[in-house]
């Protein structure tokens, strides 16, 4: 099977021996009402409310969206307004924490069949835990019949091992919720791919479900952009999800392996997605470590808590440093889809010259599209061009922008480019 185009890059796995650690309960959360794709949630609780560790605080009628929890117990301070990094506005639901953590009272959910099973994961307000925070129980429903259940570990960029550690913490939930999946989906087989760099956990697991043949577990080149939906796919089953198409199209399901560790858990004590295991790194950050924080937690305090220079912050990523997103403030909070905070002192703005045409970023996109063309055609506005270079297709993994030798933003200007294009 022919590979697709990636890149060699510095894995920079610093933390990868480190356990994960709790992080106390914070004095302060706040968390935002919209953490997830799709629409987002209203408040359920106002001022001056008194919330319990679980409770519902946020929810929607909207089909695609999944509801919010509190991480902490104490009183509602204020429902503000709060702007994501994206720019779109949404409420927040800030807390002051009482230290106490009491509980709300909940169940492990009834499951029968699969529509149980799907009502119980919207309910847990379980989301793509890779970064794309895709609602998972739409994701668990498609419309054409699936045969293949690809577990997305790669986890290839740079610096991030939480989901590493969770695969090596926690195999037992992993494993119950891919056994999970398969039962209610009818899936009769699951391909565990982990990236072979981290030969721990594929020896982990290769052991765990060496009498499962259902399950196959998946040593996927240590290359830039495995972990990608298209290339994953591609890499582990040899099928081509074409443009316009869904995984589901091609009979296949990819879930990130955190979120299928999730479901299993949630199924076994009730407790909603209230957590998140992130990795804290980079060059500001005296004390790199994993830490399994609440949800809503500010950044700041997360930094703090690793011993971070606060002063000497350049640039501050929340997700890997090739498909991440740089934040204006620390005084961010930790969302469910947070799997990384990176803090760098050192950080210079590189400097843009004009393109070569070496061809570089064609031969590194894994998809064989063309970022200098569709660079041209964005400046000029054609979005017949644009359809034509199939810009849609780009999954903004940053491979052109890494290898251009002008340091021309490819990847920022493709991801503009497709906000051009008309939704169908």
């Given at each position: 099977?022919?590979?697709?185009?990636?890149?060699?890059?510095?894995?920079?796995?610093?933390?990868?021996?480190?356990?994960?650690?709790?992080?106390?309960?914070?004095?302060?959360?706040?968390?935002?009402?919209?953490?997830?794709?799709?629409?987002?949630?209203?408040?359920?609780?106002?001022?001056?409310?008194?919330?319990?560790?679980?409770?519902?605080?946020?929810?929607?009628?909207?089909?695609?969206?999944?509801?919010?929890?509190?991480?902490?117990?104490?009183?509602?301070?204020?429902?503000?307004?709060?702007?994501?990094?994206?720019?779109?506005?949404?409420?927040?639901?800030?807390?002051?924490?009482?230290?106490?953590?009491?509980?709300?009272?909940?169940?492990?959910?009834?499951?029968?069949?699969?529509?149980?099973?799907?009502?119980?994961?919207?309910?847990?307000?379980?989301?793509?835990?890779?970064?794309?925070?895709?609602?998972?129980?739409?994701?668990?429903?498609?419309?054409?019949e699936?045969?293949?259940?690809?577990?997305?570990?790669?986890?290839?960029?740079?610096?991030?091992?939480?989901?590493?550690?969770?695969?090596?913490?926690?195999?037992?939930?992993?494993?119950?919720?891919?056994?999970?999946?398969?039962?209610?989906?009818?899936?009769?087989?699951?391909i565990?791919?982990?990236?072979?760099?981290?030969?721990?956990?594929?020896?982990?697991?290769?052991?765990?479900?060496e009498?499962?043949?259902?399950?196959?577990?998946?040593?996927?080149?240590?290359?830039?952009?495995?972990?990608?939906?298209k290339?994953?796919?591609?890499?582990?089953?040899?099928?081509?999800?074409?443009?316009?198409?869904?995984?589901?199209?091609?009979?296949?399901?990819?879930?990130?392996?955190?979120?299928?560790?999730?479901?299993?858990?949630?199924?076994?004590?009730?407790?909603?997605?209230i957590?998140?295991?992130?990795?804290?790194?980079?060059?500001?950050?005296?004390?790199?470590?994993?830490?399994?924080?609440?949800?809503?937690?500010?950044?700041?305090?997360?930094?703090?808590?690793?011993?971070?220079?606060?002063?000497?912050?350049?640039?501050?990523?929340?997700?890997?440093?090739?498909?991440?997103?740089?934040?204006?403030?620390?005084?961010?909070?930790?969302?469910?889809?947070?799997?990384?905070?990176?803090?760098?002192?050192?950080?210079?703005?590189?400097v843009?010259?004009?393109?070569?045409?070496?061809g570089?970023?064609?031969?590194?996109?894994?998809?064989?599209?063309?970022?200098?063309?569709?660079?041209k055609?964005?400046?000029?506005?054609?979005?017949?061009?644009?359809?034509?270079?199939?810009?849609?297709?780009?999954?903004?993994c940053?491979?052109?922008?890494?290898?251009?030798?002008?340091?021309?933003?490819?990847?920022?200007?493709n991801?503009?480019?497709?906000?051009?294009?008309p939704?169908?």
């Amino acid at each position: 099977m022919k590979r697709l185009n990636s890149i060699k890059i510095n894995h920079a796995k610093g933390t990868a021996e480190c356990a994960a650690v709790p992080f106390p309960v914070p004095s302060y959360v706040k968390i935002p009402m919209s953490m997830n794709m799709g629409a987002p949630c209203i408040p359920l609780v106002k001022k001056g409310d008194t919330v319990l560790v679980g409770q519902k605080i946020g929810d929607t009628d909207a089909f695609f969206s999944a509801p919010v929890h509190s991480s902490v117990s104490g009183t509602v301070r204020d429902v503000s307004d709060y702007r994501l990094v994206s720019g779109i506005v949404c409420k927040a639901v800030e807390i002051d924490t009482d230290a106490e953590q009491t509980m709300a009272e909940f169940t492990p959910p009834v499951i029968n069949d699969k529509d149980s099973f799907l009502k119980a994961v919207r309910e847990s307000g379980a989301c793509g835990l890779g970064g794309a925070g895709f609602p998972t129980h739409i994701k668990l429903n498609p419309k054409t019949e699936i045969d293949t259940l690809i577990i997305n570990a790669a986890e290839c960029e740079p610096y991030i091992t939480s989901d590493y550690r969770q695969m090596l913490e926690r195999p037992e939930n992993v494993l119950g919720g891919i056994r999970l999946i398969m039962k209610y989906l009818s899936i009769p087989k699951t391909i565990l791919a982990i990236e072979n760099n981290k030969p721990a956990a594929i020896e982990e697991f290769r052991k765990l479900t060496e009498n499962d043949p259902s399950v196959e577990v998946f040593a996927l080149p240590s290359r830039y952009p495995q972990g990608a939906e298209k290339v994953i796919i591609h890499s582990t089953t040899g099928r081509v999800v074409m443009e316009g198409q869904l995984p589901s199209d091609q009979k296949v399901i990819v879930m990130n392996v955190s979120t299928a560790a999730f479901i299993y858990k949630y199924t076994e004590t009730g407790m909603p997605l209230i957590r998140r295991r992130l990795t804290v790194e980079g060059s500001a950050v005296r004390k790199p470590q994993n830490v399994i924080a609440p949800v809503g937690t500010l950044i700041s305090d997360i930094l703090k808590f690793c011993d971070t220079d606060m002063e000497s912050i350049k640039k501050l990523i929340t997700g890997g440093p090739m498909m991440g997103t740089c934040l204006i403030t620390p005084e961010t909070p930790v969302t469910k889809t947070s799997n990384s905070i990176l803090a760098l002192s050192e950080y210079k703005e590189p400097v843009t010259s004009a393109c070569i045409r070496c061809g570089s970023c064609i031969r590194a996109c894994p998809l064989k599209l063309m970022p200098t063309e569709m660079e041209k055609s964005y400046k000029r506005r054609d979005v017949e061009a644009l359809c034509r270079l199939k810009v849609t297709l780009c999954m903004n993994c940053g491979s052109c922008t890494y290898v251009c030798p002008a340091n021309r933003r490819l990847a920022e200007t493709n991801q503009l480019a497709k906000a051009l294009i008309p939704r169908k």
